[in-house]
């Protein structure tokens, strides 16, 4: 079993920044997938960020530029250092983490980014 324990979620203004965390705990396995996602009432999951398989950082088109993910593999742990916020990033952001065929998330953090 794999644990993933979010946090860094606040609320900002536009303009502003802020650091996400994402804790990995339990079984050690093989990770071959990371990263963070966001859901907004009446939507989707939609994939913010995330190492692929081989390891490269992959970014949705809305946040490229302003968001960077990065990892401390010492600490198991995964970043997702958010700047120039804007109000559309308002949303639940879910730390993610796939091994074999095993897909597990995170409880959440919320980022509220006020106009």
């Known amino acids: 079993q794999v644990q993933l324990v979010e946090s860094g979620g606040d609320l900002v203004q536009a303009g502003g920044s802020l650091r996400l965390s994402c804790v990995v705990s339990g079984s050690k396995v093989i990770l071959t997938r990371m990263g963070w996602y966001r859901q907004t009432p009446g939507k989707q999951r939609e994939l913010v960020a995330n190492?692929?398989?081989?390891?490269?950082?992959n970014y949705a088109d809305s946040v490229k530029g302003r968001f960077t993910i990065s990892r401390e593999n010492l600490k198991n742990t995964i970043y997702l250092q958010m700047n120039s916020l804007k109000p559309e990033d308002t949303s639940v952001y879910y730390c993610n983490a796939v091994y074999g065929s095993i897909v597990v998330w995170g409880q959440g953090t919320q980022v509220t980014v006020s106009s």
């Open positions: 190492f692929d398989v081989r390891g490269s950082r």
